[in-house]
């Protein structure tokens, strides 16, 4: 679960720099809840989309787009997530989503 401090939202990396013990623990707890059942690790980021969708939390949204492409995850199935969000969120927030997943992609290099 540890990822390379590029890829963290600087505020995470600042406040974590200043409580090391803090990130530890919320490591080991994302340790935790991603082994406590089946799914699997694309399975997990595209839940995880769902629930940053849902919260409107846009850098961890992208953060769970680029980590659910690096565990497989097809632009397909990516979009799916975002448009399983319309009924339940609504218009404001999936087109939000819609405009930060191709934001991610496309800084990541586009689709694959």
């Given at each position: 679960m540890?990822?390379?401090?590029?890829?963290?939202?600087q505020t995470f990396i600042r406040f974590t720099e200043k409580f090391?013990?803090?990130?530890?623990?919320?490591?080991?707890i994302a340790k935790f809840a991603d082994q406590a059942g089946p799914l699997d690790r694309r399975q997990c980021e595209?839940?995880?989309m769902g629930i940053c969708m849902g919260a409107g939390l846009e850098s961890a949204?992208?953060?769970?787009?680029?980590?659910?492409r690096e565990h497989g995850a097809t632009t397909t199935e990516i979009e799916q997530t975002v448009l399983l969000a319309m009924t339940?969120?609504?218009?404001?927030?999936?087109?939000?989503?819609?405009?930060?997943?191709?934001?991610?992609i496309e800084h990541d290099g586009g689709e694959e």
């Open positions: 540890t990822h390379q401090n590029d890829d963290l939202p090391p013990e803090l990130r530890r623990a919320h490591e080991e595209l839940i995880k949204f992208r953060s769970h787009v680029r980590r659910a339940t969120i609504g218009f404001p927030r999936t087109s939000a989503a819609w405009q930060w997943t191709w934001k991610q």
